[in-house]
């Protein structure tokens, strides 16, 4: 498909600007899909932060992120920031919907273009009504093939992608093993202390708080200024440096990955990734190539002696083949091709339907919510 000239919106969050300085990977995302596009030829206007930096369109409702300044109220400016795109729904031929589940809702109760909703995670099991209730008037993509839900249907899988020639690439292994995100215990920092200690090697971690009774409790008594360094976050080149430079990333997450961006930019810098063995993780490496999927704290502590063997040529040849922008804007194209024909979602199947959770209200919603994960992957494994 040639989308010369298709007007399309691309609806980011405003947590950060788009493209965000440091964490933001939701807007970095819509901010590859944005400008690839434009790229492509097509017609695009970002809804993004005013301090976003796009060469195309761009509107927006506010100055900065609401994450950039804590008197802002995320939820009355991210309301006004879908409502202003759905006041222009009428300029567009299509949307695509990088912020969550709230805009789907609104082309539920408007004329709207065909709708393609990018499923960055399920935050919560009741996110899944929104979803189900959407689903007759956006169409989904999923960003791995393991963070799918049986009852929706896809038009495919995007993988998220990145410009590798904005990431060094270093052929000698470091000697730290490094930890990159942000403070909750669903993404294992505490994991990534004890695997350190126990492998006897360096741990570098760059993260932003999320969870602070996590990081008082099971981060910071670690924290010595050497064995376990704290370096607070990290921007482009700060974070382009600490990746390059390490001999692993570790990404031992305690529940399933959607994606997981950080992977993505490590292996574009040839560092390999120590990831636990669930969700997309077993997509994106390549176990005993581009590092190890593992499925346990034990059996990651005993892959550290073997990560400087690893081929670094190979982690950066793997993003090149299937995670830079481009590859992403071609599944992209090929998801607008479907959602233009069709112009709205088919029906759902029986199956699809028969497979719909209805028991959402009385689920809880915390991180521990994964009947998957694996038990091994605590602290004290």
């Keep these: 498909m040639d989308v010369t000239g298709l007007r399309l919106a691309v609806l980011a969050p405003i947590s950060w600007p788009t493209p965000p300085a440091g964490y933001g990977?939701?807007?970095?995302i819509a901010f590859n899909i944005a400008d690839g596009m434009r790229r492509r030829g097509a017609d695009v206007t970002l809804f993004a932060t005013g301090n976003s930096r796009f060469e195309g369109h761009l509107a927006s409702v506010l100055?900065?992120?609401?994450?950039?300044?804590?008197?802002?109220?995320?939820?009355?400016y991210g309301a006004i920031h879908i409502g202003e795109l759905f006041r222009r729904a009428g300029d567009f031929d299509l949307i695509h919907n990088n912020f969550d589940w709230k805009p789907m809702t609104y082309a539920l109760a408007r004329p709207a273009?065909?709708?393609?909703?990018?499923?960055?995670?399920?935050?919560s099991p009741q996110?899944?009504?929104?979803?189900?209730?959407?689903?007759?008037?956006?169409?989904?993509?999923?960003?791995?093939?393991?963070?799918?839900?049986?009852?929706?249907?896809?038009?495919?899988?995007?993988?998220n992608g990145i410009d590798p020639a904005e990431f060094t690439f270093k052929d000698k292994p470091g000697e730290y093993l490094v930890f990159l995100g942000r403070f909750h215990p669903e993404k294992g920092t505490h994991l990534a202390i004890?695997?350190?200690?126990?492998?006897?090697?360096?741990?570098?971690?760059?993260?932003?708080?999320?969870?602070?009774?996590?990081?008082?409790?099971?981060?910071a008594p670690h924290i010595d200024g050497d064995r376990v360094?704290?370096?607070?976050?990290?921007?482009?080149?700060?974070?382009?440096?600490?990746?390059?430079?390490?001999?692993?990333?570790?990404?031992?997450?305690?529940?399933?990955?959607?994606?997981?961006?950080?992977?993505?930019?490590?292996?574009?810098?040839?560092?390999?990734?120590?990831?636990?063995?669930?969700?997309?993780?077993?997509?994106?490496?390549?176990?005993?190539?581009?590092?190890?999927?593992?499925?346990?704290v034990a059996q990651a502590v005993e892959r550290v002696p073997q990560l400087a063997a690893l081929d670094r040529h190979a982690c950066r040849a793997r993003v090149e083949a299937e995670f830079t922008t481009e590859r992403m804007i071609d599944r992209y194209i090929d998801a607008y091709e479907k959602a233009l024909a069709l112009r709205l979602p088919p029906e759902p199947s029986a199956e699809r339907l028969r497979a719909r959770k209805h028991d959402w209200w009385d689920r809880p919603m915390a991180y521990t919510d994964v009947p998957e994960r694996p038990k091994s992957l605590h602290f004290d494994s």
Aim: aromatic share 8%; proline share 6%.
């Design 229 to 296: 360094q704290f370096l607070g976050a990290v921007e482009r080149e700060a974070r382009n440096e600490l990746l390059s430079n390490a001999l692993a990333l570790v990404h031992m997450t305690t529940r399933p990955e959607r994606f997981g961006l950080t992977l993505v930019e490590a292996m574009a810098c040839g560092t390999p990734v120590l990831g636990a063995n669930m969700g997309s993780v077993p997509e994106i490496i390549v176990d005993g190539v581009t590092g190890f999927a593992c499925d346990t």
């Design 194 to 219: 004890e695997i350190a200690k126990r492998a006897g090697v360096r741990l570098k971690i760059a993260a932003i708080p999320q969870d602070e009774t996590y990081f008082r409790e099971q981060v």
């Design 127 to 159: 996110i899944l009504a929104a979803y189900y209730a959407c689903a007759s008037r956006s169409f989904f993509c999923s960003i791995s093939n393991a963070d799918r839900d049986p009852g929706l249907e896809y038009l495919g899988t995007t993988y």
């Design 63 to 76: 100055p900065i992120g609401v994450n950039e300044d804590p008197a802002l109220n995320g939820d009355v």
């Design 113 to 123: 273009p065909p709708v393609v909703t990018t499923i960055h995670g399920f935050s």
């Design 25 to 28: 990977p939701w807007e970095q």
